[in-house]
């Protein structure tokens, strides 16, 4: 897998695994609770991560197209918790299985655009956390909050691959 695709797989696997950890840690009428610099609840937004992902895993199973699908809207997050955790989870799975389907050899255009649509999670985590004040002293969530916004582009995306050539 290409280093760049890597990078942003990786930060889309962490990002969502402390995601799912602070929906654990809230109460259960978390769930449905406001979020006020969305305009929409918690359900709904967890919601709507998870349509975003799924159409970044579609994106990457397209080999990255320049036309990307767009997440459709979510009606209202009427999922349960757990229905819509195993949902990312999934998403994940197939976004990791469709990373791994990439050449190993990318032209550059597509991986900022990558990069940009792995960040989901960091850009709603400050609406998260304020829906979900609970968790603000885990220390999961605490290393999380610290943490810089990312880079507007992918780190080492001229590098080349780390595969081994076949045979190799």
Known sequence: MHIAVRSAVDRLMYEQAVTIHLLR???????????????????????????EEEALAAWLGNGMPAERPSAPAEPGGLATLDATVERLRAALRSAFAAAGQLPETLPDGPLPDLWQRAALFTRA????????????????????????????????????????????
């Open 125 to 168: 985590r400050d609406a998260l956390l304020e829906a979900l004040p609970e968790a603000a002293d885990d220390a999961l969530v605490v290393r999380w909050k610290k943490a810089p916004e990312p880079p507007a582009a992918p780190p080492l995306a001229g590098a080349p691959s780390d595969a081994v050539a076949p045979g190799g």
């Open 25 to 51: 840690l809230a109460p259960p009428d978390a769930w449905q609770r406001p979020v006020p610099a969305r305009d929409t609840t918690v359900a709904a937004l967890v919601g709507q991560l998870a349509a």
